[in-house]
């Protein structure tokens, strides 16, 4: 059989932060992979594409970060969400920690695109070993039994 193309590995950005979302797209980048930012929740729900990963801030101007993470989880738009945040709140922390994981805002910029690589290099090593799978339709499906995410490409 032929070599299978490596896949690109997509990554959203979505925090009210300019100029942290930027630091995080220079950070990010590299051959194979393409970050695309947004500073609002209604422009994330409009992109067209499919994410191995999403960086989201807990609160966005117009909406909460967790629950648009949820919602694009749920609707196979991402495969997984890291939020960046500086609440210490448990109960955020607790409801963020339902969706995906949580870096503080104080690990800068190395700590969120250290743990989002960590993602990606998880979602890589899935994707291998499923070599055998049938192609997908390119979303993230979830297993509604476990509530838990499956990564077969």
Not at 104 to 109: H, L, P, Y
């Amino acid at each position: 059989m032929g070599a299978r193309q490596k896949a690109i590995q997509q990554v959203l950005v979505v925090v009210d932060d300019l100029s942290l979302a930027m630091a995080i797209r220079r950070r990010l980048g590299a051959p194979g992979r393409t970050t695309r930012c947004v500073v609002r929740a209604a422009d994330a729900r409009d992109l067209p594409s499919c994410y191995d990963v999403g960086i989201f801030d807990t609160h966005l101007e117009d909406g909460c970060g967790i629950a648009l993470a949820q919602e694009l989880v749920a609707s196979g738009t991402i495969g997984t969400a890291v939020f960046v945040t500086d609440v210490s709140a448990s109960r955020v922390l607790e409801l963020a920690r339902t969706v995906g994981e949580c870096v503080s805002k104080s690990a800068g910029v190395e700590g969120v695109v250290g743990r989002v690589k960590e993602r990606l290099a998880a979602t890589h090593a899935a994707d291998a070993a499923d070599d055998d799978a049938p192609p997908s339709s390119g979303k993230y499906p979830t297993s509604r039994a476990s509530g838990r995410r499956s990564y077969r490409f």
